[in-house]
């Protein structure tokens, strides 16, 4: 009876040591695993970062008055941008056209572009680029608007092409805070044209 119970015992004690050392063999590849899963989120992370850096080094810094090629496309140059309560044609005469901004405590932000178009055949003027306003973290879309006679008016962009080799000035508009104005907050405009992205920094 001693017998069987002294083999018994040492069975147990086999066991027990073999699952030990499973155990202690099954902990190091644990950790492991969760070392590579941090490795693996760190690349990623990286990866991303990669990403958000050369997208930001894709976007070409330009100055007022600056002329711009985009090959095979257009030509941009930024005339002027302003705040003011209404925006008029630049040499309005008798009936015209004129914007206003709405509600208290806004104004209206205004980018006058000047494009010439580099493509064979006339393309319509709001198709050829868009543009939005960086204030501070905060992003503004904006609607065109197009000189007419001269700058004597103001018509629609969807209406209106720019033929081959020839220019047409637009006025991007956006109602925006009267704050925004003097507080001397960042400022600039993204200019998106043909996939190309430019910014113009106004303060």
């Excluded at 069975?11 to 969760?34: G, H, M, R, W, Y």
């Excluded at 989120?41 to 990286?46: G, H, L, N, P, Y």
């Excluded at 002027?80 to 004129?98: H, Q």
């Amino acid at each position: 009876m001693k017998k069987i119970a002294s083999i018994l015992l040492i069975i147990t004690l086999l066991f027990t040591v073999s699952a030990c050392k499973q155990k202690t063999d099954l902990e190091p590849q644990k950790n492991n695993e969760v070392v590579e899963d941090n490795n693996s989120k760190k690349e990623e992370d990286t990866k991303k970062e990669d990403v958000k850096k050369e997208k930001s080094s894709e976007i070409k810094e330009i100055k007022k008055g600056e002329v711009v090629s985009i090959d095979d496309y257009c030509e941009i140059t930024v005339n002027d941008t302003k705040f003011d309560k209404i925006i008029s044609p630049p040499n309005a005469e008798g009936v015209y056209s004129y914007y206003e901004a709405e509600g208290e405590g806004k104004t209206l932000f205004e980018s006058v572009i000047n494009i010439k178009n580099l493509l064979p055949d006339g393309k319509m003027a709001d198709e050829f680029l868009s543009v939005k306003i960086l204030y501070n973290k905060y992003e503004y879309g904006t609607f065109s608007t197009i000189e007419y006679d001269d700058g004597s008016d103001f018509t629609y962009t969807n209406i209106t092409s720019i033929e081959p080799l020839a220019n047409g000035v637009l006025h991007f508009l956006a109602t925006v805070p009267e704050s925004m104005e003097n507080d001397n907050k960042p400022l600039a405009i993204i200019i998106k044209a043909n996939n190309k992205e430019f910014k113009y920094n106004i303060r």
